[in-house]
């Protein structure tokens, strides 16, 4: 299903912030939020149609352009959610990326908005991260304990071998090390042994194996002819 439907299945609660992204904006959704005391954090699509009501000083220093109480004029948005909202535009100085920011709060500074946001993105991270050191191909089951109970064992696989790399003082990256683990599971064999050899293959022998290989098939040819 899509993510947005998440939304249907959060309990709001009262004084709780609630950061996400573009994917959520459901603006009949996020006024069930804000009837219930809630408030959220999200960014605004480029087609937003809204209409200024106020303008609210920003400190330009610090990457904020302006700060603006607006109302949604969009046919179903506006029915959706007819409350005024905050509208943030930010310009990151990282990222020279300008960020429009939506939220149903009107207390906290304009930049505090933006950091909440930026804290967001460490989620993102994080998962990006999931994807690609945790040893996870396919899950062997699909119920919520299923997957919980495979991500944790993952994630315990990733932080022993981890233990074991600082205590080894290996230079040999976790990515490395948990390759040579996958391959050498059966093996009895100290751990430090195992991951501070180094195996080298004998590309020339191979090659002459190839060669003796490639002689015997023209002797044969000759042979034959």
């Known amino acids: ?48 149609k809204v209409q200024r009501r106020y303008s609210h000083p920003v400190d330009r220093a610090t990457g904020l352009i302006c700060d603006q109480t607006v109302v949604l004029t969009g046919f179903y948005s506006h029915k959706g959610f007819e409350a005024p909202l905050r509208r943030i535009r930010f310009k990151d100085l990282e990222t020279d990326k300008t960020l429009i920011f939506l939220t149903n709060n009107f207390t906290l500074p304009a930049f505090t908005i933006t950091e909440l946001y930026r804290c967001r993105w460490q989620v993102e991270l994080f998962f990006k991260w999931i994807k690609q050191h945790l040893r996870i191909k396919a899950f062997f089951g699909t119920s919520e304990n299923a997957v919980k109970s495979q991500v944790w064992i993952a994630v315990s696989v990733y932080v022993l071998v981890a233990i074991v790399k600082k205590r080894l003082t290996l230079s040999a990256t976790l990515y490395e090390m948990l390759q040579i683990l996958s391959l050498t599971m059966f093996e009895r064999m100290p751990l430090d042994q195992l991951l501070a050899q180094t195996v080298i293959e004998d590309t020339d022998h191979i090659a002459d194996k190839q060669l003796i290989l490639f002689e015997n098939v023209g002797t044969l040819l000759v042979q034959n002819i």
């Open 1 to 48: 299903m899509h993510e947005v439907n998440i939304l249907d299945q959060l309990l709001p609660e009262p004084g709780a912030f609630y950061v996400m992204d573009r994917g959520f904006l459901d603006f009949e959704r996020l006024y069930r939020f804000h009837e219930a005391g809630s408030f959220f954090v999200t960014r605004g699509k480029s087609n937003l």
